[in-house]
């Protein structure tokens, strides 16, 4: 049951990720004479030589590198990625039969930043779950497979290649508001891959670390690590306090550190994607634990 519940859900992320995907694609990139990267973007260029609709083209890249996934990677690659390699160009096909949203401005400037946003926002969403949009993603994922070049390395190397086969059918203008678009679409997927998932790495290095991990438990109920730490004047062996906290969480319990010692060194970094208790698993009692443990 909840497999099931799991794979609706990613479904249903994923139609959404590939609704904006298209959208930014056909209302935003393509009627402003935009280059794009990806299926789109060769699409695009195979368009210059053939009368034939772009998302037609797309639908074929897309089936083609679904096929190289699936011989290569294995069909558990194939089985997440064949929803997005179907209903990607359907949004194209769909949202390009609509006359009324291929002239929502006439701005390239607008065009260029939405295009970009949508693009990121789509993309991100799908990426966000562990998923692929397809297309010309899948060849950087083979060769970082086989041959451990980096995967994004890869996907700029691809990407490149891709726009600048569109050069020779676009305008220079059109060429450096598309620049933008990539630069637009690599930030905001960049953040919304990690959206929500922000949290504080504290360390605390003080002589009353046991006082102040027990405030820690108390007050502001996180877990902590005692990590051994050599200081570098006096080579004084000594603990210091571990602790991931949110945002919320970090003027608390700097405060309770400077109660308690007005010396210690706070350090606070920031780290993405924390697992475990208190965060992606329920909190624990941790009064019974230790009387527990005790026993």
């Not at 299926?39 to 030589?49: K, N, P, R, S, Y």
């Not at 083979?142 to 190397?157: A, D, M, R, T, W």
């Not at 602790?243 to 700097?254: G, H, T």
Request: aromatic share 10%; charged share 15%.
């Amino acid at each position: 049951m909840h497999q099931a519940k799991h794979l609706l859900r990613d479904t249903i992320i994923v139609i959404i990720g590939n609704l904006i995907l298209a959208f930014g694609v056909a209302v935003f990139a393509v009627p402003s004479d935009l280059i794009v990267a990806g299926a789109t973007g060769i699409a695009l260029i195979v368009c210059e030589f053939i009368s034939v609709n772009y998302a037609t083209v797309v639908f074929v890249i897309n089936m083609a590198m679904l096929l190289l996934g699936f011989i290569v990677l294995g069909k558990k690659f194939a089985a997440g990625t064949i929803l997005s390699s179907i209903i990607f160009p359907f949004f194209l096909a769909m949202f390009e039969s609509m006359p009324q949203l291929q002239h929502l401005t006439s701005d390239m400037l607008l065009s260029t930043i939405y295009a970009g946003l949508f693009t990121g926002l789509g993309c991100g969403i799908v990426f966000r779950i562990g998923y692929s949009t397809g297309g010309t993603d899948i060849p950087p994922i083979i060769i970082n497979k086989k041959f451990h070049i980096s995967l994004g390395v890869c996907v700029y190397l691809f990407d490149v290649v891709v726009l600048l086969g569109q050069a020779f059918f676009t305008s220079f203008e059109g060429i450096l508001y598309g620049i933008i678009t990539v630069f637009i679409t690599a930030i905001v997927l960049d953040k919304v891959t990690i959206f929500g998932e922000k949290n504080l790495q504290v360390l605390v290095i003080s002589a009353h670390h046991e006082e102040i991990a027990e405030a820690i438990f108390k007050e502001i109920d996180r877990g902590c690590t005692f990590v051994n730490v050599t200081t570098g004047y006096f080579h004084d062996q000594q603990k210091a306090v571990l602790c991931v906290v949110n945002n919320r969480e970090y003027p608390v319990i700097n405060d309770l550190v400077m109660t308690i010692d007005p010396t210690a060194f706070i350090i606070g970094s920031e780290i993405h994607s924390v697992k475990g208790r208190g965060f992606t698993l329920p909190n624990i009692d941790l009064d019974k634990q230790k009387r527990d443990h005790i026993l």
